[in-house]
């Protein structure tokens, strides 16, 4: 079971968006992640007239590691670590670590 997925919101505590907050648009690979809105990077892209696309500079989100973001628990107004709770019918299930309560 992963502990970061979609749509989860997310809270980045380190790098130069240190602070900033957003939803996870997709996975990466199992260990990268990309923050809507967040680590925004400008690609130089060429004009590609078969395909209709016009050159020019694109700004567009990089992925971040899963080291430098936590999960953002509303509660308690903070990042927080994820743990995964088993019941006793053998089923997962995400919880919030500083306080146990279910993330979804």
Request: no cysteine; net charge positive; glycine share 12%.
């Given at each position: 079971m992963?502990?970061?997925?979609?749509?989860?919101?997310?809270i980045?505590?380190?790098?130069r968006?240190k602070?900033?907050r957003?939803?996870?648009?997709k996975?990466v690979?199992?260990d990268?992640v990309?923050v809507a809105?967040v680590?925004?990077v400008?690609?130089h892209?060429?004009?590609n007239?078969?395909?209709?696309?016009?050159?020019?500079i694109i700004?567009?989100?990089?992925?971040?590691h899963?080291?430098?973001?936590a999960?953002?628990n509303?509660?308690?107004n903070?990042?927080d670590?994820?743990?995964?709770s088993?019941?006793?019918?053998?089923?997962?299930?995400r919880i919030?670590?500083?306080?146990?309560?279910?993330?979804?």
């Amino acid at each position: 079971m992963q502990k970061i997925k979609p749509n989860d919101e997310v809270i980045i505590v380190a790098g130069r968006d240190k602070g900033k907050r957003g939803n996870v648009a997709k996975l990466v690979g199992k260990d990268r992640v990309v923050v809507a809105g967040v680590n925004m990077v400008k690609r130089h892209t060429k004009a590609n007239p078969n395909a209709g696309q016009p050159g020019g500079i694109i700004e567009k989100e990089a992925s971040l590691h899963v080291s430098n973001i936590a999960i953002f628990n509303a509660e308690t107004n903070k990042g927080d670590r994820v743990g995964i709770s088993i019941a006793e019918d053998g089923s997962k299930k995400r919880i919030f670590k500083s306080n146990g309560s279910a993330i979804d």
